[in-house]
Structure formats: C-alpha cells, structure tokens
C-alpha cells in the first residue's frame, strides 16, 4: 500500500459495475468511474478498474484492514 503526505475526499461520482469472462473464461469485475457532472463529456467512463480473482482478494484485504469488523 502506498501512503502519501496529502490526502483530501474527492467528490462523490458515479460508478457502475459489470462482470464480463476473458478469453480464457475467467472472471472480472470492471469498476467503471464517470467523473464529476461539470466534465467536458458528461457520461463517458473516466477510469475502468478490473479486477480478477487475485485483485479481488487484496482488495477484500485491505477493506477489511481498513474496516475491521466489515
């Protein structure tokens, strides 16, 4: 986990969430952000994060360190 000197809380975006097969018929999760209303294209996806089964699982660990009792 990387730590950094500053930190502040972003604006509330919207996010969606798919579940697609790759090419080998393993599973992910795409979390797609779509950025703040003011943009210059309003609706286009800003970040696609997708995860595997691997990625899932450190993310599981660190929500669960970071929320103990999640």
Known sequence: MVT????RVHDIVECGASV???PS?????QL???GR????????A?????L???????LKRLFER?????
């Open 52 to 58: 595997d089964i691997d990625a899932a699982r450190e």
């Open 25 to 29: 018929g393993e599973r992910f999760l």
């Open 66 to 70: 970071t929320f103990p009792g999640l």
């Open 46 to 50: 800003s970040q696609s994060f997708q």
């Open 4 to 7: 950094k000197d500053h930190q």
């Open 20 to 22: 697609f097969h790759g």
């Open 37 to 44: 209303n003011t943009r210059k294209f309003v609706g286009d």
């Open 32 to 34: 797609d952000t779509y």
